[in-house]
């Protein structure tokens, strides 16, 4: 790797960022330049690897204006051997501070994929040479218009009485089946989503609806039309088996409100709730792996 030259990139360079080409064109990502505008990412935040004047890897990390926590890397791409991008990485984690997260992004199903696999694995290989440990994966599901299950008429459904009844209600959930954006809401507001939704989403609980059995509230959920797009930012059950009615119900808030698709992020291991999101109607558009520093909390 003598001939390898690795760094940063400065003012003016944003296009060589862009000069090698997107592996994985099918995912939806910010285009670079756009990120650049925004202020999210940033050229002294950007390291790229050259060889030969060509760029074979690329790392971005993402920090939006005004966010209080670290910058997470966000883009990294590799077009030679793990060891190659463990070095990028190696170098940009000296300059900036120390290694953070990763949100490795994927496209849905990329396990079955031979041909996205073939992409990914040196970014991976190399995350883990860095001293990167991956800590679970979280998968983006979306609604597009799908006709919506017959209620059963079983439950009733309400906008919570106050904010208080929304925290009370969060506070009973050990595990909220969907979290939409979780990753943003600590990096960038230093918010748990899990356990303080509100905090992230504000205390308008319009948009909110609390699942009733028997005049008991038996689960919540917090819909957000007016985000970047419309999504199930919470769901959270006391019983799981109201998780069909308030998936659907949820889902029908944002249609009512004029969605036409809506996005929904679920731990890869809660078969259970990807089956329910399934049958509602959603289908995967990405997955999300997330590497994290040995000793971090992630």
């Avoid at 690795?6 to 099918?26: H, K, T, Y």
């Avoid at 950007?46 to 760029?55: F, H, M, Q, S, Y």
């Avoid at 019983?239 to 004029?258: F, M, T, W």
Wanted: hydrophobic letters at 45%; proline letters at 8%; aromatic letters at 6%.
């Amino acid at each position: 790797m003598t001939d390898l030259v690795i760094r940063p990139l400065v003012a003016g360079e944003e296009n060589l960022f862009d000069s090698m080409p997107d592996p994985l064109p099918q995912l939806r990502q910010v285009a670079y330049a756009d990120g650049i505008a925004g202020g999210g990412y940033r050229p002294e935040n950007t390291w790229v690897a050259l060889r030969a004047g060509r760029v074979v890897g690329r790392a971005a990390w993402l920090l939006p204006p005004g966010a209080v926590g670290a910058p997470w890397l966000d883009r990294f791409d590799l077009d030679a051997e793990p060891e190659v991008g463990a070095e990028l990485l190696r170098a940009a984690h000296e300059a900036l501070g120390g290694p953070g997260l990763y949100y490795a992004a994927l496209p849905a199903h990329w396990r079955r994929r031979p041909e996205v696999l073939a992409v990914v694995r040196a970014p991976m290989d190399a995350a883990r040479l860095a001293g990167l440990v991956e800590r679970g994966e979280r998968l983006r599901c979306s609604w597009t218009g799908t006709p919506l299950p017959a209620s059963s008429g079983r439950y009733d459904f309400r906008a919570p009485v106050d904010v208080a009844e929304v925290k009370a209600l969060v506070a009973r959930v050990a595990e909220p089946d969907v979290l939409t954006g979780v990753e943003n809401a600590r990096a960038v507001g230093g918010v748990d989503l899990a356990t303080d939704p509100l905090a992230w989403l504000g205390e308008n609980t319009e948009e909110w609806r609390v699942v009733v059995d028997a005049g008991k509230p038996v689960g919540l959920a917090g819909t957000a039309g007016d985000a970047c797009f419309p999504l199930i930012a919470y769901l959270g059950l006391l019983d799981e088996a109201a998780r069909p009615e308030l998936l659907d119900e949820a889902v029908r808030v944002l249609s009512a409100g004029g969605a036409r698709e809506v996005i929904a992020d679920v731990d890869a291991h809660r078969v259970a709730v990807l089956a329910e999101l399934e049958r509602t109607g959603f289908r995967q558009l990405r997955s999300r792996i997330v590497f994290a520093p040995p000793n971090s909390q992630e």
